[in-house]
């Protein structure tokens, strides 16, 4: 697990796999408002601030986009999909990959 900005860095690198969660802004808000006990309010200005930090880092130091899907292998939306099944998925993932270089998982 890397984050800022692993997938431009290993974009080529043959054994990374990169993975985006993804969820409706209602769900990361209130996921957001259980874990840290704040407010509406508080927990829209925590979002906005973390979404544009993202955002500026990845465009400032790599010239891209977080939010462009081919930066990754795989894009799951924990909004629509368990918690459970996106860990299954990227399990199974990993495995092909590691299948289809044959390197060992």
């Given at each position: ?56 880092y ?10 462009d ?7 799951l ?28 998982q």
């Amino acid at each position: 697990i890397m984050g800022r900005g692993g997938q431009v860095l290993l974009r080529d690198h043959p054994t990374a796999l990169h993975i985006q969660i993804v969820a409706p802004r209602s769900y990361r808000l209130q996921v957001i408002m259980d874990r840290y006990g704040l407010d509406k309010r508080a927990a829209q200005h925590r979002l906005r601030a973390s979404d544009r930090a993202r955002f500026d880092y990845l465009r400032r130091y790599h010239d891209a986009d977080w939010l462009d899907p081919t930066l990754y292998h795989l894009v799951l939306n924990t909004g629509r999909l368990a918690v459970e099944a996106a860990a299954d998925l990227i399990v199974a993932a990993q495995e092909a990959q590691a299948g289809e270089s044959g390197r060992p998982q």
